[in-house]
C-alpha cells in the first residue's frame, strides 16, 4: 500500500495534517532528525507540500515563521486568510481552488511567486505589499475587464505572468496591450514577447503611453514632494518646534475668536495686527531655528555615544573572544591527555586542574562582563549628563522666547485698550461716520462688551502661549528620560544575556567533565 496520506473528504488545516505533510517530505537520510511527529519543529520547516488534500481553510501555520515555499494547489480551498505569520514565503501556489477574490496577502511581503490559476476571481486587487512579486500567475479566472491588468504596473520587478483563459480574452489581441504596457515583462503566457511585438504595440498605443507616462510622471512627483513635507514635518517634531516657523502660533492664538475678528475691524486696529503678528513672526522664527541647531547637537551626541558602547562592546567581546579560543586549545589538550590516563589517582589530580581551569575561565569572563558594565555606567553616566544639559539650555531658551510673547501679547492688549477707549468716546455716531460694520458699532455702543471681548481675547492668547511652551518643555524633557531608559533597559538585558551565556557555556564544559570520571 503506498505511504501517500490521502483525503477524500473536505478536511480543514489542522496540525496532524501538517505533521504528516512535514514528515513526507524527509528522505530517509533524515530520519533521525526527526523521529516521530512529536519532535517536529515547525518553525524550521521552509518548505510545505499541502496540494491534493481537499483542504478548505489555511489554518494552523503560525509556527511556519521559516517557511519559503507553501503548495496548496488542488484543494477545496474558498479564501485566502491564515498566512499572516509567514513573513519570509516567496513562493505561494493556490491553483485550482474555489478563491473568489484576492485577499489576505498583505503579511507576505517577501512573496515573489503567486499563482492563483484556475479559480473563480474576477478583479486583481489587494496586492499592494507584495513589492517583491516576479511571477504572478492568473490564468483561467473570471477577469472580465483587461484594463484591470494595469494594476499590476505598480510591480516593478514583474518579469512573467499568465492571464489566458479569461473572459477579457474576447477583446481581441491582448499581447498588443501587455507588451506596451509593461515594456520590462519578459513572458506573457509562457511566451517570450518577443522584440517585434514590443515594437508593433509601442506604436500601436504610442499616445496613450505618453498620456500615461505623463500622469505617472505627475503622481511621483506629487509623492516626492509628499514625502520630502513629512520628512521636514518629522524633523520638526524631533526638535520639538513643529508650525513654529513663521505666523502659525500667531495664527493659532486669534483662530475661533468671533469678537476679537470685530474688533479687528476698527480704525487703527489693523496696523497694530500687523506690527504684533510681524514680530511674534520674528521671535518664534528664531526659536525655530535655535531648535533644530539643538537637536542637531543632541542627535550628534546621541550617535556619538551609541558609536562609544558599539566599540566597548566589540572590545569586550574581542577580548573575551580571545580568551575562549586560548582556553578551548588549552583544555583540548587537557581532555586528550586524560583519556590517555589509566591511574585514578593521577586522573583525579588532572580533573581536578580541569575544574580549576574552567572555574579560572568563568571568573575572567564574569570579570570582563562586569569591566564593561562599569565602563558602560560611567559612559551612560556622562552622556546622561550632557544631554541634560542640552535639554535644559534649549527649555531656558525657549522659556525665555515665549516670555517675549507673553510681553508683546501684553503690549498690543494695551495698544488694543487705548484704541477701543478713543472709540468709545468718540460714540457710535461718529462710528457710523467712519463707515464702520454694523457688528462692529453695535460692539460699540456696549462699553462692558468691548472691555469684555478685550479681557477674553487677551486671555485666550497667553494660554495659547503657555500651552506651547508647556508641550515644548515637556515634550523635550520626556523625550531625554525615554531615551536614558532605553538605554539602561538595553544595557541590562544585555548584561543579562551575557552573564546567562557564560553560566550556560561554562556549565557544559562541566557537564563533559563529569561524563570523562
Not at 39 to 55: A, D, G, P, S, T
Not at 227 to 246: C, I, P, T, W
Not at 358 to 364: A, E, Q, S, T, V
Request: glycine residues 2%; hydrophobic residues 35%; charged residues 30%.
Amino acid at each position: 500500500m503506498s505511504s501517500e496520506y490521502i483525503i477524500s473528504e473536505p478536511t480543514s488545516m489542522d496540525k496532524e495534517i501538517l505533521q504528516h505533510a512535514v514528515q513526507e517530505q524527509f528522505k530517509p537520510d533524515h530520519i533521525l532528525r526527526f523521529p516521530d511527529a512529536s519532535q517536529i519543529h515547525f518553525n524550521e520547516v521552509e518548505k510545505l507540500r499541502l496540494e491534493y488534500k481537499n483542504i478548505l481553510r489555511i489554518d494552523h501555520l503560525w509556527d511556519f515563521s521559516s517557511l519559503s515555499k507553501l503548495e496548496l494547489n488542488n484543494n477545496a480551498i474558498e479564501k485566502i486568510q491564515g498566512l499572516d505569520h509567514l513573513i519570509n514565503l516567496t513562493w505561494l501556489n493556490l491553483s485550482f481552488n474555489k478563491i473568489e477574490k484576492i485577499e489576505g496577502l498583505e503579511c507576505v511581503q517577501k512573496l515573489e511567486v503567486l499563482n492563483l490559476s484556475n479559480n473563480k476571481i474576477s478583479v486583481i486587487e489587494n496586492m499592494d505589499t507584495l513589492e517583491n512579486l516576479t511571477h504572478f500567475f492568473i490564468s483561467n479566472n473570471l477577469i472580465g475587464q483587461l484594463d484591470n491588468v494595469l494594476y499590476l504596473r505598480k510591480f516593478k520587478n514583474l518579469a512573467a505572468f499568465n492571464l489566458f483563459g479569461n473572459p477579457f480574452l474576447n477583446e481581441g489581441d491582448y499581447r498588443f496591450f501587455i507588451a506596451a504596457y509593461f515594456p520590462k515583462l519578459m513572458f506573457l503566457d509562457s511566451r517570450i514577447l518577443d522584440q517585434k511585438t514590443r515594437k508593433e504595440a509601442t506604436i500601436k498605443y504610442h499616445y496613450v503611453l505618453e498620456k500615461m507616462r505623463l500622469e505617472e510622471l505627475g503622481l511621483h512627483q506629487a509623492d516626492e514632494a509628499r514625502q520630502r513635507h513629512e520628512a521636514e514635518l518629522k524633523l520638526h517634531r524631533d526638535a520639538f518646534v513643529e508650525f513654529l516657523n513663521g505666523s502659525s502660533l500667531f495664527r493659532t492664538m486669534f483662530k475661533d475668536d468671533p469678537k476679537a475678528q470685530t474688533l479687528h475691524c476698527a480704525p487703527g486696529v489693523d496696523s497694530l495686527i500687523q506690527r504684533f503678528e510681524h514680530q511674534m513672526g520674528e521671535l518664534c522664527t528664531q526659536l525655530f531655528e535655535r531648535g533644530l541647531a539643538e537637536h542637531k547637537r543632541r542627535e550628534t551626541e546621541v550617535k556619538s555615544f551609541f558609536s562609544c558602547q558599539e566599540k566597548a562592546v566589540t572590545d569586550c567581546q574581542e577580548k573575551a573572544s580571545q580568551m575562549l579560543a586560548k582556553f578551548n586549545h588549552e583544555h583540548k589538550e587537557r581532555t586528550e591527555e586524560l583519556q590517555q590516563l589509566s591511574d585514578p589517582e593521577v586522573r583525579k589530580v588532572k580533573i581536578d586542574h580541569c575544574n580549576d581551569e574552567i572555574n579560572r575561565l568563568c571568573k575572567n569572563l564574569m570579570t570582563l562582563e562586569f569591566q564593561l558594565v562599569s565602563e558602560m555606567e560611567e559612559k551612560i553616566k556622562t552622556f546622561e549628563s550632557r544631554i541634560s544639559d542640552m535639554v535644559k539650555h534649549f527649555s531656558e531658551i525657549a522659556q525665555g522666547m515665549f516670555s517675549h510673547c507673553r510681553d508683546l501679547e501684553d503690549d498690543y492688549y494695551q495698544k488694543m485698550q487705548i484704541v477701543a477707549a478713543k472709540i468709545l468716546q468718540t460714540g457710535a455716531r461718529d462710528a457710523r461716520k467712519e463707515d464702520l460694520p454694523d457688528d462692529v458699532i453695535m460692539l460699540f455702543e456696549d462699553r462692558d462688551a468691548v472691555i469684555d471681548a478685550l479681557a477674553t481675547a487677551h486671555d485666550n492668547h497667553l494660554l495659547k502661549i503657555n500651552d506651547r511652551e508647556t508641550q515644548l518643555t515637556t515634550g523635550i524633557s520626556a523625550w531625554k528620560e525615554a531615551l536614558i531608559k532605553g538605554i539602561r533597559d538595553e544595557e541590562l538585558k544585555r548584561n543579562r544575556m551575557n552573564i546567562s551565556d557564560i553560566h550556560r557555556y561554562v556549565d557544559n564544559l562541566r557537564e563533559q567533565q563529569e561524563e570523562l570520571i
